[in-house]
């Protein structure tokens, strides 16, 4: 019953956004923390940003640090990552990953191209 589902992924521009959600039901979304990671074919998966609850503190990837924000809206069971400035060096698919359930969206292509 536990499930993440993310969105907003697609085909942008080098230099440009884009906003992804994940929305989680069958769990108390608030409880956990929330990550968003990352995996580009042939690479590992890669842990991009976190964000702790109720705290609020964040902590992000070098490589993506003063480009991407991650969010979090507990009434709407929501966790968004925006992304600006996007490089082609972050094209891979984004997961996001609740904490303590252990849990994996299906993931988000995300791919910058011009």
């Known amino acids: 019953q536990v499930q993440l589902v993310e969105s907003g992924g697609g085909l942008v521009q080098p230099g440009g956004s884009l906003r992804l959600a994940c929305i989680g039901s069958g769990f108390t979304f608030s409880n956990y923390a929330m990550s968003w990671y990352r995996q580009a074919p042939g690479k590992e998966r890669e842990l991009v940003a976190t964000i702790t609850n109720p705290g609020g503190s964040t902590n992000y990837a070098d490589s993506v640090k003063g480009r991407f924000t991650i969010s979090r809206d507990n009434p709407k069971n929501t966790v968004y990552l925006q992304m600006n400035s996007l490089k082609p060096e972050d094209t891979a698919v984004y997961y996001c990953?609740?904490?303590?359930?252990?849990?994996w969206g299906q993931g988000t292509q995300v791919t910058v191209s011009s």
């Open positions: 990953y609740a904490h303590y359930v252990k849990y």
